[in-house]
């Protein structure tokens, strides 16, 4: 059956190269959001500061918290900001047009740009320690594996880069659709395995060291007669528990795997343009109607849901302890308990929200489409 692309950014492919980018449903003729539900809060939710991350140019950036500083990255700067303080420690302008950001570890903070460039900065004064040029845009959250820097570019490459200088460790490869989903691609390291989602509704676990592939599962398969039809993207990044590494796919399913063989564990029909979220008794999912869903992970059993925020364009969930935790395209963040999805609290964060939020601990962080990454207590 074919569904409308709303909400979701879609880059057209050609030649391995993403050339051409564009927001749907974001015109005047777009559905209007579900009213904003009243409730009475039963927790205590307030921003405890807001700093400037420079704006996002469409891409998709997420902040990243690691010890006492949330590095984060806008289309044209690089910030570090105090984690209780809210303060700005350093910030670095990048000639690049940056379009992914940030990844953390071992020192460096990095950010990649829409031409392949690869900064890494140092993580306590922000200088340049090295940059390289990759083959195609930059997307998704960069990880840091020990002494590897694992980065995806838009072309279907996934690389390992030597933390000491950025060189080439290994390079993992393959076709894309025409067509995909900006948001698809994401990746998750779980002892010393990558797990990475790949538009065509792939699912691949691979040796984070040296880049060979363990195994290879399907969340989704395409369907339907034409190329936006047939658009079945693994969104957002997978998640993973000591048993399972769980993923969603747009015009697909949320479906769990045996980390150690890839073997299929279940499956459940849904959509989903931005991703989803697990914790020690369910898999939540975002779909793409911005209804939150809680799946047993064990069996896959739907249990509650959470329907009004239609047409709100929420982001992937947040799984933080009791709660779960989603923002939206008109800057309120909503948290949901996780027993029931009833509304707990809610806050503005003070413009649109693309990507899911981060816990900071203590606490949570967003980013904003205009430039802020803003910080919230809760309790």
């Known amino acids: ?165 950025g060189s080439r460790k290994w390079l993992y490869s393959r076709n894309l659709p025409v067509l995909s989903l900006r948001g698809s691609g994401g990746m998750v390291v779980r002892d010393d395995v990558l797990y990475a989602g790949f538009p065509g509704g792939k699912l691949v676990a691979l040796n984070a060291t040296n880049g060979a592939q363990l195994w290879e599962a399907t969340v989704a398969l395409p369907r339907g007669a034409t190329e936006l039809e047939r658009v079945a993207d693994v969104m957002g990044n997978p998640v993973v528990d000591m048993r399972q590494v769980c993923a969603v796919a747009y015009q697909g399913r949320v479906a769990c795997f045996d980390r150690s063989s890839g073997a299929p564990l279940w499956a459940r029909e849904t959509s989903s343009n931005s991703g989803l979220a697990m914790d020690e008794r369910n898999v939540y999912v975002s ?57 707990v609290a809610r806050a503005q964060a003070g413009g649109a929200v693309r990507t899911a939020p981060v816990d900071i601990g203590p606490g949570f962080a967003v980013q904003t489409g205009k430039g802020d990454v803003v910080a919230f207590k809760l309790n």
Not at 298 to 327: E, F, H, M, N, Y
């Open 1 to 165: 059956m074919k569904k409308p692309l709303l909400a979701a950014s879609l880059i057209l492919a050609v030649s391995g190269c993403s050339t051409v980018s564009d927001w749907v449903g974001m015109g005047p003729d777009k559905p209007k959001p579900a009213a904003l539900v009243e409730f009475t809060a039963t927790a205590a939710l307030s921003q405890a500061w807001k700093a400037d991350s420079g704006e996002s140019q469409g891409y998709l950036f997420s902040p990243q918290a690691d010890g006492d500083a949330v590095y984060a990255a806008g289309s044209d700067q690089v910030v570090s900001i105090g984690l209780s303080s809210g303060r700005t420690h350093w910030k670095v302008e990048s000639e690049a047009k940056l379009s992914a950001g940030t990844g953390v570890g071992q020192g460096l903070v990095l950010a990649g740009g829409s031409k392949g460039e690869l900064l890494a900065l140092d993580q306590q004064t922000g200088q340049q320690r090295w940059k390289v040029a990759l083959s195609s845009e930059v997307i998704g959250q960069m990880v840091v594996q020990l002494d590897t820097v694992i980065v995806r570019t838009g072309d279907g490459r996934v690389q390992g880069l030597a933390i000491a200088d």
């Open 287 to 343: 779909d793409d109607k911005d209804t939150v869903t809680a799946y047993d992970k064990s069996s896959g059993r739907a249990g509650w849901k959470q329907d009004k925020l239609a047409r709100r364009q929420i982001t992937a969930p947040l799984a933080l302890g009791a709660w779960v935790v989603v923002a939206d395209s008109e800057g309120y963040v909503h948290v949901l308990s996780a027993d029931d999805g009833s509304f």
